[in-house]
């Protein structure tokens, strides 16, 4: 027999255990629901679906049963499945029609989606509910209404996008990312942090630089696992790759993201210098283009070191680094931590350069504690040392 390619905790292990039952209804978005439950499963969860008639006039059994590699739900039967909602770690009704959430809203329990989201809600169970719909029909003042009613009772509703006279449904990572933050503690709440990401772009003339390989993903995910424990974040931002989130702050240069961070911290509670800084700088960038047919001498200075200046400025703020060396990378980052009279320092070696996953270690003065993982797992790792700290 062909083995078929497991994709659990394909990219994290942050639902790993999580039971999470997904509730499908008739929004044509329906057709979303296997992508987001293979993706669901990429982050370690089990994935229990549930499907009312219109879902089934869209998509078909197979096909969800195939996504999540279990039985689906479409009627209720003497084994009382939607019970099990009630044991869940999460509930997600995605898509979810305007006529499934008025139903949820006014407690009406007529289609295994809505008695599965009823279990859940008496028993405590976080619900997640993602409309999809046409434009109109998501402007109608009681269907406005009843999200609101969910809203004050603690259900999360994720906002869906508004194009082309349609409310869609929102896209599979944030759906995802929405799932995690609800199952996350909120160790952060009330905090402010200030998060470093990407490389910084040093000018040698209009068009030419420095800079680094730097993809800015680590500091994005700190960012994103911040917000989703429930803090204030402002990522200042060099020019990386990775899509931010939270408040971002645009720089390129490194006196630009040192000015912008210092400046960020002094309402804030900490900083994470995750950013790859330069360490030079040109010294004179030219004006203009320089002509290409001649030599191009360039001299460097040393950039100042943003944790440094921020300890000194601001004392008794957290202040976390991130060092990245080739050789006894413990031992630099103890130096380091010492030195520069900082909080916590996380090391990492070159294979982090590029790399999916990370192998770091975090030095404070109490100890070391090592750990490795996706960027994600690892931003998590780092945050409860932080939290703790905090």
């Not at 479409?74 to 999460?90: F, I, N, Q, W």
């Amino acid at each position: 027999m062909i083995p078929i390619p497991l994709i659990d905790c394909v990219k994290s292990g942050r639902l790993k255990g999580r039971k999470v039952v997904l509730c499908v209804t008739g929004s044509v978005a329906a057709v979303r629901a296997p992508e987001i439950a293979r993706e669901l499963r990429r982050h370690g969860a089990g994935v229990y679906p549930f499907m009312s008639d219109g879902a089934l006039g869209i998509i078909t059994e197979d096909v969800m049963e195939w996504a999540c590699e279990r039985e689906v739900v479409t009627r209720l039967t003497g084994k009382v499945e939607h019970v099990r909602a009630a044991y869940a770690d999460v509930v997600l009704v995605c898509p979810a029609t305007a006529n499934t959430i008025s139903k949820v809203a006014c407690g009406i329990d007529d289609t295994p989606v809505t008695s599965a989201v009823s279990c859940a809600l008496g028993n405590g169970v976080p619900v997640v509910v993602v409309p999809a719909m046409h434009g109109s029909m998501y402007a109608h003042p009681f269907v406005s209404e009843n999200l609101q009613k969910l809203r004050e009772h603690g259900v999360v509703v994720l906002s869906p996008r508004l194009e082309e006279s349609k409310a869609k449904v929102a896209e599979t990572d944030e759906v995802v990312d929405t799932v995690i933050s609800a199952l996350t503690p909120k160790t952060l709440e009330g905090k402010r942090l200030v998060i470093t990401a990407g490389p910084t772009f040093e000018r040698i003339d209009a068009v030419r630089g420095v800079t680094n390989m730097s993809s800015g993903r680590m500091g994005v995910e700190l960012a994103r696992e911040a917000l989703r424990r429930g803090a204030e974040v402002t990522l200042v931002y060099g020019p990386g790759t990775a899509a931010p989130v939270g408040d971002v702050m645009r720089v390129e240069s490194a006196k630009e993201m040192i000015c912008a961070s210092l400046k960020a911290l002094e309402g804030a509670d900490a900083l994470i210098s995750a950013a790859a800084i330069a360490d030079y700088s040109v010294a004179n960038p030219r004006e203009g283009k320089v002509d290409s047919s001649g030599p191009l001498p360039v001299s460097f200075v040393r950039s100042e070191k943003l944790v440094r200046l921020a300890k000194e400025r601001y004392p008794g703020k957290l202040v976390v680094a991130f060092k990245l060396e080739k050789d006894d990378v413990v031992g630099e980052a103890r130096k380091k931590l010492v030195e520069d009279n900082l909080d916590l320092v996380v090391a990492n070696d070159l294979s982090a350069v590029g790399s999916v996953d990370n192998h770091v270690w975090i030095v404070c003065r109490e100890g070391i504690s090592e750990f490795s993982g996706s960027k994600s797992d690892v931003a998590s790792f780092v945050l409860d040392a932080i939290a703790k700290a905090l």
